[in-house]
């Protein structure tokens, strides 16, 4: 790996960071407590300062877009959850099949229960964790993709298909999942990345996009749903993949909750250009939606700029109302009441004016 694969990596490990806080109750209120603040990251690393030195080490060695991609931005957690493969009904009903019949790939998909451990600090009592439905299938790239479905609202219009943050899983995401459901009427599907939770494989800008194909598909097969009731969110990191899909496929909207532009932006806030080694050109790709798209973003966010928000905002030709939260920061967005409102607002009001 060149000098400037290696400085870029170590500004911006950890940068590419978020993930919603495993709160059961969301706030009510306008502006959270410090205590309320809990986030999930560390220290974020000083991004800039860079020498003249440095700055020509990093473009005369330029980088690989996938081993940046592979360094700056990935740190899934230890395992917060584990599945638990159930036994298939023998033909007829009369006792169980052998553990040897269980599949897990998409089609001829296994029957598995969700095991959370103390550290995903669920939130919520047995009933509702029994709305969730967890299930493996497979990337294009070969790899085996944990995927949760939450039932929140019997027969909701609309899915919300949520790619998380950077540091989190599903077993940690679940408490989130089902709380924000219920509040905003809208059943949850998620999915956890290539080496995040039990999905196999590492974590890379390839294998994101081959991911959100693979919890796209088994939404749409496993369990019916047409895009047009498909709401695609992806927070921090996760709105890479949503960007990508959205670019590529007509959905009932998009949300996009506290974006990046590309990965050099972030590093090089004065960055106008997206290079041939930029990793996650979220820029390059949100012209090409043609759904409705809301981004909500921090104005003190301090992993990925307010700036990055509005750019995207202005590049979007499909964008609504935005929501720039005054005085949030990365990881704290949800604990604000404008959040709750203006996605009820969102979903429940605009797409149904939108599609009239």
Request: glycine content about 10%; aromatic content about 8%.
């Given at each position: 790996?060149?000098?400037?694969?290696?400085?870029?990596?170590?500004?911006?490990?950890?940068?590419?960071?978020?993930?919603?806080?495993?709160?059961?109750?969301?706030?009510?209120?306008?502006?959270?407590?410090?205590?309320?603040?809990?986030?999930?990251?560390?220290?974020?690393?000083?991004?800039?300062?860079?020498?003249?030195?440095?700055?020509?080490?990093?473009?005369?060695?330029?980088?690989?877009?996938?081993?940046?991609?592979?360094?700056?931005?990935?740190?899934?957690?230890?395992?917060?959850?584990?599945?638990?493969?159930?036994?298939?009904?023998?033909?007829?009903?009369?006792?169980?099949?052998?553990?040897?019949?269980?599949?897990?790939?998409?089609?001829?998909?296994?029957?598995?229960?969700?095991?959370?451990?103390?550290?995903?600090?669920f939130?919520?009592?047995?009933r509702?964790?029994?709305?969730?439905e967890?299930?493996?299938?497979?990337s294009?790239?070969?790899?085996?993709?944990?995927?949760?479905?939450?039932?929140?609202?019997?027969?909701?219009?609309?899915?919300?298909?949520?790619?998380?943050?950077?540091a989190?899983?599903?077993?940690?995401?679940?408490?989130?999942?089902?709380?924000?459901?219920?509040?905003?009427?809208?059943?949850?599907?998620?999915?956890?990345?290539?080496?995040y939770?039990?999905?196999?494989?590492?974590?890379?800008?390839?294998?994101?996009?081959?991911?959100?194909d693979?919890?796209?598909?088994?939404?749409?097969?496993?369990?019916?749903?047409?895009?047009?009731?498909?709401?695609?969110?992806?927070?921090?990191?996760?709105?890479?993949?949503?960007v990508?899909?959205?670019?590529?496929?007509?959905?009932?909207?998009?949300?996009?909750?506290s974006?990046?532009?590309?990965?050099?932006?972030?590093?090089?806030?004065?960055?106008?250009?997206?290079?041939?080694?930029?990793?996650?050109p979220?820029?390059?790709?949100?012209?090409?939606?043609?759904?409705?798209?809301?981004?909500?973003?921090g104005?003190?966010?301090?992993?990925?700029d307010?700036?990055?928000?509005?750019?995207?905002?202005?590049?979007?030709?499909?964008?609504?109302?935005?929501?720039?939260?005054?005085?949030?920061?990365?990881?704290?967005?949800?604990?604000?009441?404008?959040?709750?409102?203006?996605?009820?607002?969102?979903?429940?009001q605009?797409?149904?004016?939108?599609?009239?």
């Amino acid at each position: 790996m060149g000098l400037g694969c290696c400085l870029l990596t170590g500004l911006l490990s950890g940068a590419v960071a978020g993930g919603c806080p495993p709160l059961a109750h969301i706030s009510e209120h306008p502006y959270p407590s410090t205590a309320e603040r809990g986030l999930l990251l560390g220290p974020v690393p000083a991004m800039n300062g860079l020498s003249v030195t440095e700055l020509c080490c990093l473009f005369c060695c330029p980088p690989c877009p996938g081993r940046i991609a592979a360094k700056l931005a990935f740190l899934p957690p230890e395992p917060t959850y584990s599945l638990v493969p159930e036994p298939e009904p023998r033909p007829g009903g009369a006792g169980a099949a052998p553990s040897g019949t269980l599949r897990a790939s998409t089609g001829t998909p296994g029957r598995w229960k969700l095991h959370l451990m103390e550290r995903s600090d669920f939130q919520y009592s047995q009933r509702e964790l029994d709305t969730v439905e967890v299930f493996l299938t497979k990337s294009s790239r070969g790899n085996r993709i944990a995927c949760m479905y939450v039932r929140c609202v019997p027969g909701a219009r609309y899915t919300v298909l949520f790619s998380h943050g950077n540091a989190v899983d599903l077993g940690q995401m679940s408490s989130f999942y089902i709380g924000l459901g219920t509040r905003i009427n809208c059943n949850i599907f998620s999915y956890d990345y290539s080496g995040y939770g039990v999905s196999s494989g590492r974590p890379s800008e390839k294998n994101l996009y081959a991911d959100i194909d693979a919890a796209w598909q088994a939404l749409r097969t496993r369990y019916g749903i047409s895009p047009d009731s498909i709401v695609l969110y992806g927070q921090s990191i996760g709105t890479v993949p949503t960007v990508d899909l959205a670019s590529r496929y007509e959905c009932a909207a998009v949300v996009l909750h506290s974006p990046l532009t590309s990965g050099m932006r972030v590093a090089f806030p004065d960055t106008k250009k997206t290079y041939c080694f930029d990793a996650f050109p979220n820029i390059e790709k949100v012209s090409k939606i043609t759904s409705p798209v809301l981004i909500i973003h921090g104005t003190e966010d301090e992993v990925i700029d307010f700036s990055h928000g509005l750019a995207l905002y202005e590049r979007c030709p499909k964008a609504v109302e935005p929501l720039w939260v005054e005085g949030a920061g990365h990881n704290d967005i949800e604990l604000y009441s404008q959040y709750l409102e203006r996605l009820r607002r969102f979903i429940s009001q605009e797409l149904p004016s939108l599609r009239a």
